[in-house]
């Protein structure tokens, strides 16, 4: 069974519907992450949760909420979805071990397509 | 604010060959730095990750370096295979807010048989 599990995988929605995204793992990892990529802008970073009371915007995380439910789960959510919010979405992990960052570990994406 | 940039953007190599993947990034306060593949409409692999005192770091026919003070790593790749054919990432961990990755574009790789 794959430790970082995205549901859906494929979601095709029409513009102004509020759509959720939703992540889990059995990793046992503390930190949770949320990304898109692009075509050309690469992956960048909307939200990240180091745990299930700490909830942190990142590089884009205008037009996105995020809810940290539980050490294993983190959600994202559009509240009014737009065309240019079509995208991949990446969930990952990490943890934090002997005082060094320890890897990411990615979900296997969702692809989100707004009309 | 970090960037992190991959050269080159494609390679297309005949099976067999060794090659070198490049990235570079601006800002040499670094954690770590990550190499990733993914394949098409995937997700990513973690591949090798180097602590910013490390050097190098080896996984089977895969070796990347690491010269922190001047904002470079390498990915080797030794005796190429068509299923080495992806997208490499790599991802530096900076000292910025929340010590986050920033990722480069990536290197599309296409190992020909």
């Known amino acids: 069974d794959a430790d970082v599990t995205q549901t859906p995988r494929n979601r095709i929605t029409k513009t102004g519907k509020r759509i959720m995204l939703e992540c889990s793992q059995t990793k046992g990892h503390d930190r949770m992450y949320w990304y898109r990529q692009d075509p050309g802008l690469g992956l960048r970073l909307i939200y990240y949760s180091f745990d299930v009371k700490d909830i942190n915007k990142g590089e884009i995380s205008d037009g996105y909420s995020v809810s940290r439910q539980a050490q294993a789960k983190f959600s994202l959510s559009l509240e009014s979805a737009i065309p240019n919010q079509t995208a991949l979405y990446f969930c990952a992990t990490s943890t934090v071990s002997g005082g060094s960052y320890n890897e990411q570990f990615f979900g296997p994406g969702t692809r989100l397509t707004v009309l | 604010k970090q960037e992190v940039t991959q050269i080159p953007a494609a390679l297309s190599v005949p099976e067999g060959e060794n090659l070198v993947l490049n990235c570079s990034f601006t800002?040499?306060?670094?954690?770590?730095l990550q190499w990733f593949r993914q394949d098409p409409g995937k997700g990513l692999t973690s591949l090798l990750l180097?602590?910013?005192?490390?050097r190098e770091q080896t996984s089977g026919r895969l070796n990347a370096s690491l010269d922190k003070s001047s904002g470079r790593s390498t990915l080797y790749i030794a005796a190429s295979q068509p299923g080495d054919s992806a997208t490499y990432l790599c991802a530096v961990r900076g000292n910025n807010a929340g010590n986050m990755l920033t990722f480069g574009g990536g290197t599309r790789l296409m190992v020909k048989p």
């Open positions: 800002d040499s306060a670094i954690y770590n």
């Open positions: 180097i602590q910013s005192s490390q």
